[in-house]
C-alpha cells in the first residue's frame, strides 16, 4: 500500500512539473523578476559613473555640446584629455551631482580619462 501512494505522487509531481513547462522563469533576490537594466543617458551624454564612463565611446556632429553627468553621489571623478590634447578638460575631482559640458567645434578623436581611475577611459569622436 505505501509503495503504491510513493507512485501516485511521483505521477502527480510529473504532471504538475509538465504542466507548468519544467522550467523556471530567471529572478532576482527572493525570487522576483530581475530589475530592468537602466536607461541609457539622454543624447550627447556621458555619464560618470563608479569606475566607467557611460557610454564609452560617443560620435557626435561637429558644434556639439557634450555634457559629462555626475548623476549621483558615488566616487571621486573627473575628466582629463588623453595625451597632447587640451579638451574636454574637468580638472576637478568631484562627488556629484555635477554636470560639465563642453562644445566639439573641430573634427577628430578626443581621449579622456580620469585621473583617480586610471582605467576610467572614453572617447569623443566628432565628425
Known amino acids: 500500500m505505501f509503495q503504491l501512494a510513493t507512485r501516485h505522487w511521483r505521477v502527480t509531481g510529473l504532471a504538475i512539473l509538465v504542466a507548468c513547462g519544467g522550467e523556471s522563469a530567471p529572478s532576482g533576490p527572493g525570487g522576483n523578476p530581475p ?30 555640446k557634450v555634457t559629462w553627468d555626475w548623476p549621483t553621489f558615488s566616487r571621486r571623478h573627473n575628466v582629463l584629455p588623453e595625451g597632447n590634447g587640451s579638451v574636454p578638460y574637468s580638472p576637478v575631482i568631484l562627488d556629484g551631482p555635477y554636470l560639465y559640458s563642453y562644445t566639439f567645434n573641430q573634427a577628430g578623436t ?10 576610467m577611459r572614453g572617447t569623443i569622436v566628432v565628425q
Open 110 to 119: 578626443y581621449d579622456y580619462y580620469c585621473l583617480e581611475h586610471g582605467g
Open 35 to 64: 530589475p530592468p537594466p537602466p536607461p541609457p543617458p539622454p543624447a550627447n551624454t556621458v555619464e560618470v559613473l563608479n569606475n566607467y564612463f557611460n557610454p564609452v565611446s560617443l560620435t557626435v556632429p561637429v558644434g556639439t
